[in-house]
């Protein structure tokens, strides 16, 4: 089991940026890929970007490409993603997930996730 926590989301202006951060706990000694997920009101949840558990490798959504930008430190077992240049479309519950597999964009991939976090983007 792997527990995903969610943190950083907020109540930002279009064109500011927010760092979210999402810590795992549990077996993460496992090697695991890591994603981030958006879910706006009212709409499916739609995949935002994610990172190989090396590193090596990088994913975005067209919407995101450009503005922001994940990483992970797998020494604290956190991912982070790097929102820059917000736009209030970028409203919406962010989700962190977890899977052991390659899953890229693939929801259904991912094993686990956190709760969500609410980011906001005034215009």
């Known amino acids: 089991q792997v527990q995903l926590v969610e943190s950083g989301g907020g109540l930002v202006q279009a064109g500011d940026s927010l760092r979210l951060s999402c810590a795992a706990s549990g077996r993460t000694f496992s090697p695991y890929n890591m994603g981030w997920f958006r879910q706006a009101p009212g709409k499916e949840r739609e995949f935002v970007s994610t990172?190989?558990?090396?590193?090596?490798?990088?994913i975005y959504a067209d919407s995101v490409k450009g503005r922001f930008t994940i990483s992970k430190d797998n020494a604290k077992n956190t991912v982070y993603l790097q929102m820059n240049s917000l736009k209030p479309e970028d409203t919406a519950v962010y989700y962190c997930a977890a899977s052991r597999l390659l899953a890229g964009s693939r929801e259904s991939g991912y094993n686990y996730w956190g709760q969500g976090t609410q980011v906001t983007v005034s215009s």
């Open positions: 990172i190989w558990w090396s590193g090596g490798r990088t």
